[in-house]
């Protein structure tokens, strides 16, 4: 435990030092501001392109924001959010033994489990961080503008999305411990991705893949019920435990 606490330590210092930590906390900022701003600034838009749309014979109706509009819009950001944490963090691993600076770490015989178990943790709550407080800066701010009282099942939705990331960065780990290039993870990630999508493809499977919960905001609209996604999570987190045991398993192989 002692190990891993300081290995936990080392990665908080170094996620700090290069100006990570900072970059995530803008990211927050940024998306969790942009969907109540951009839900604010619809109408006015709309407005100044009625005369233009007249003349093409199209006809605009009033437009009505709310609560939902915000949120519709948080979860078409919630992919770029996570889009930007992977790649962010792409080289958690392999950069570590390009450059050489585990050698002298496991040669002090800390165990390459304890490393793995470091890196994972600080990957979960960095992504637990950026995730929820993009989320509750948005709540915030609709609660101010209009109140959070339209959108329905908005936990449950948002804890989808979170579960789905989750997944993603054990599909991270799970490559970073196989492929030696930071550019080979991404490659390898988002191959997974391209198979989960086109799984999803199918409606008598799209239930049991993890890629589901990407489309818990049709919770909001009461689209879909949360039973509905009760396959995809059980599957996810067992799916996320196996991975991150695979990647247990080829760390330790993996030669410095």
């Known amino acids: 435990m002692r190990a891993f606490l300081e290995f936990l330590k080392k990665e908080w210092l170094e996620i700090s030092r290069t100006g990570k ?3 995530l906390g803008i990211i927050s900022l940024v998306f969790g501001i942009s969907n109540p701003a951009i839900a604010k600034l619809t109408p006015w838009l709309i407005e100044m392109m009625s005369e233009d749309l007249s003349e093409l014979g199209m006809t605009v109706s009033k437009v009505v924001v709310n609560d939902l509009t915000s949120w519709t819009q948080f979860f078409k950001n919630a992919s770029m959010i996570l889009i930007i944490f992977l790649i962010m963090f792409s080289g958690t691993i392999t950069l570590e033994y390009e450059k050489g600076t585990l050698i002298p770490i496991l040669t ?3 165990h390459p489990y304890t490393i793995l ?7 979960f709550n960095g992504w637990t961080a950026v995730y929820w407080c993009a989320a509750g800066i948005t709540y915030s701010y609709n609660n101010f ?3 959070n009282v339209v959108a329905k099942h908005l936990v449950f939705a948002l804890f989808g999305y979170y579960l789905f990331g989750v997944w993603m960065i054990a599909v991270l780990i799970w490559m970073s411990s196989i492929l030696h290039s930071n550019i080979g993870v991404l490659l390898g990630t988002s191959a997974v991705f391209g198979v989960d999508f086109v799984g999803r493809m199918f409606p008598k499977f799209a239930n049991y893949f993890p890629g589901k919960l990407t489309a818990s905001g049709e919770l909001l609209v009461c689209a879909t019920e949360p039973k509905d996604y009760e396959k995809s999570i059980v599957i996810t987190m067992v799916l996320s435990i196996i991975m991150l045991g695979i990647g247990c398993y080829f760390i330790k192989k993996k030669k410095v």
Do not use: P, V
Not at 117 to 123: H, P, R, S
């Open 21 to 23: 930590l900072w970059i």
């Open 108 to 110: 002090k015989g800390i």
């Open 117 to 123: 178990a470091a890196k994972t943790t600080m990957l």
């Open 145 to 147: 503008f209009w109140g």
